[in-house]
Nanobody, 125 residues
Framework: QVHLMESGGGSVQAGGSLRLSCASS????????MAWFRRPPGKEREVVAA???????DYADSVKGRFTISRDYDKNAVYLQMNNLKLEDTAMYYC???????????????????WGQGTQVTVSS
């Protein structure tokens, strides 16, 4: 089965930038939808951004204008460029893929069947 692994997390001051990467392995065909989720400390996991069939992106309101999701279809990889980071962006970030299944709505954890183990992003003032 396909496996996902995030990288690029770390500590950054508010206003700074980070680029998260999610690499695939063990795949023989491209995933359908791919997405980034995050879990802030003490809170529920929430969708950050998703990219659908036709390379169409969608973003949570909290990150619109600051984050950009993109895919490399040859590598079955997904990236998240995060600019103007805020304190409330501190979270464990996860990539996810709908692999061999329908994308459905694409906004919920249940829409995805493959998950990375997460990479920590910490934003400080």
């Amino acid at each position: 089965q396909v496996h996902l692994m995030e990288s690029g997390g770390g500590s950054v001051q508010a206003g700074g930038s980070l680029r998260l990467s999610c690499a695939s392995s063990g795949y023989s065909y491209r995933s359908n939808c791919m997405a980034w989720f995050r879990r802030p400390p003490g809170k529920e996991r929430e969708v950050v951004a998703a990219i659908f069939v036709g390379n169409v992106p969608d973003y949570a309101d909290s990150v619109k204008g600051r984050f950009t999701i993109s895919r490399d279809y040859d590598k079955n990889a997904v990236y998240l460029q995060m600019n103007n980071l805020k304190l409330e962006d501190t979270a464990m970030y996860y990539c996810a893929a709908a692999h061999g299944i329908s994308c459905n709505n694409g906004h919920y954890e249940s829409d995805y069947n493959v998950w990375g183990q997460g990479t920590q992003v910490t934003v400080s003032s």
